[in-house]
């Protein structure tokens, strides 16, 4: 009985973090940013927040931006959501779950083709809740170990990719 609670904790050691080296090339977003967006709504501010959680198995990620009154949104906006990265081992990529405010879900995953280690690029494979056949694609670029620029693009029932928002972020220290 001994011999199998020792190879159980064993097992269990060994899984403890998995998610975290596989999302090691996310280290460098972990901590506060604050950001200033540019999009559809306008000209608003942003505050956003990674961090490893449940074992180091995920990267969990709040935002809130805030837009403000203007012709086209005379109440401005508030906008949030929260996210999640994860390894997923079935498919060999990382991939991200947004929760939006509005009632949609983006699930994307990371195009390795197209990311480096400056560039990430996320492509959706599904958006839950949405009216039409649309796909997203989300790029973080680091500028420098300060900043980076995060565009958000949609290409709306079979168009191309066309820009929806541009923000640019710099980390809270």
Known sequence: MKHIFTTLALILS???GYGQEKLERLDYFIGNWQGVETGVAGNGIGFR???YELGDNYIFVENQSTFPVSEKK???EVHRDK?????NKNIENIVLRQFHVEGFTNIYELNTAQSNEEKLV?????????PGNWKAKLILTKDSEEHFTE?????IDG??????LKNTWTRVK
């Open 151 to 155: 565009e958000f693009l949609i290409a």
């Open 83 to 87: 996210g999640i990265f994860s390894y």
């Open 49 to 51: 927040t990674y961090q």
């Open 122 to 130: 996320f492509v959706t494979r599904e958006i839950e809740n949405n």
């Open 159 to 164: 168009s191309n990719f066309k820009p929806f």
């Open 74 to 76: 005379p109440m401005g």
């Open 14 to 16: 060994l899984h403890t």
